[in-house]
């Protein structure tokens, strides 16, 4: 009861005030007693609690929702909806995990690339150089009726190149109930081509300090080809060689450019010279539409000839390189250094499910 009674004259009337806070959703029921100098009334309150209950509608894999690559300096939109399935109103705010005051102090953590095994790893990655938020979700805030749906436009703005851009967002609702939670990442690229799906090779933590300049002339720069690490394993049965395969992506950003055109080309040159160690790639060439990640197939099989030793040499490479043209708003090549080894059956299971509690994680 939210008021206070008060004397009645003849004939008056007086209005009462009551609140209803459940804390879980179901029926309740009290009697409210009003006692008066010659009687007393009795006043069965009842009310029934809701669950709020809001689905979204976005493609997300293990709470990941992957925004995409775009160029840096330019932006990109995506959407996803939320729909209230529940019978009452509810009030919905989205935070993102950059903008909170625990930040800092979250951070205190020694970085992923130190401590590997560190399970509270943070899911705030590279952030803008000028300030700016590198995503933002708008409405941020609001009110959806009973069975209605609110569309939710995502903008994703970097400032500089980089693949490991990222944020953790919270939907809450009446402003303490933690909805729904999920982590947004995108890419930003210096061209319209790149390739992803390879090892990494640098860490995912960016530091604060400037490059210092290259020491090299400008004619020796031109001459050094950017280079990415991609291995395959094959792995070793009883009697034969199971052979490795995996996928490596071509990427063509879709540009804000009018001048620039809408799809990118690749083609991976002197295949021949991998061939003999094992390796091959399917598709050699090939058309990429923007804003889409084309699959390549590199499958590796030991050669005639390779032994492994797993007691004496456990799983020595077999090494090459392949060069890969890239042609979009310019013409790039890339040295794609493949590497290859073998693994037990056993060795193979236990990468699996270490993996797999990385991913959970």
């Known amino acids: 009861m939210l008021n206070a009674l008060r004397v009645l004259p003849p004939d008056g009337t007086h209005t009462i005030l009551i609140s209803f806070t459940p804390e879980a959703g179901r029926v309740f029921h009290e009697v409210l007693q009003i006692n008066s100098g010659t009687s007393v009334l009795h006043v069965t309150v009842m009310g029934e609690g809701v669950n709020p209950i809001i689905n979204l509608d976005m493609p997300t894999e293990n709470g990941v929702f992957d925004i995409g690559a775009v160029l840096a300096g330019e932006y990109l939109e ?30 205190q953590e020694l970085p992923s690339f130190i401590k590997p095994d560190e399970k509270m790893k943070s ?32 903008t994703f703005a970097p400032d500089h190149p980089s ?78 060689f199971v052979p490795g395969s995996r996928e490596i992506y071509v990427g063509c950003v879709r540009t804000m ?18 061939t003999s160690k094992g390796f091959n790639i399917d598709p050699q060439r090939g058309m990429v539409e923007a804003g889409n990640l ?5 499958t590796w099989s030991p050669p005639p000839g390779h032994d492994v030793q797993f007691d004496d040499k456990p799983n020595e490479p077999v090494e090459a390189s392949i060069i890969l043209t890239l042609k979009g708003d310019i013409t790039e090549q890339v040295k794609v250094m493949l590497r290859a080894y073998v693994v037990s059956d056993v060795e193979d299971k236990t990468e699996k499910t270490e993996s797999t509690e990385n991913t959970q994680t």
């Open 163 to 240: 693949d490991h851009y990222s944020d953790f967002v919270k939907i809450e609702l009446f402003g303490k109930k933690e909805s729904h939670s999920f982590q947004i990442k995108g890419m930003a690229k210096k061209n319209v081509m790149f390739v992803h799906g390879v090892d990494e090779t640098t860490v995912n933590v960016e530091s604060l300090s400037e490059n210092p300049p290259s020491t090299l002339e400008e004619e020796e720069l031109k001459g050094i080809l950017p280079s990415v690490l991609f291995s395959v394993k094959s792995i070793a049965k009883e009697s034969e």
């Open 294 to 298: 084309k699959p390549v197939t590199v």
């Open 78 to 107: 995506r959407t996803f909806k939320m729909q209230n399935s529940s019978s009452l109103s509810i009030d919905y705010s989205i935070k993102l995990e950059s903008l909170s005051l625990l930040r800092h102090a979250k951070s």
């Open 257 to 274: 450019a009018v001048s620039q055109k809408k799809n990118g080309e690749f083609q991976f040159e002197n295949v021949q010279a991998i």
């Open 123 to 154: 899911l705030v990655g590279t952030q803008n150089n000028n300030g700016q938020n590198i995503f933002d979700l708008v409405p941020s805030e609001g009110r959806i009726a009973p069975g209605a749906t609110q569309e939710v436009t995502v």
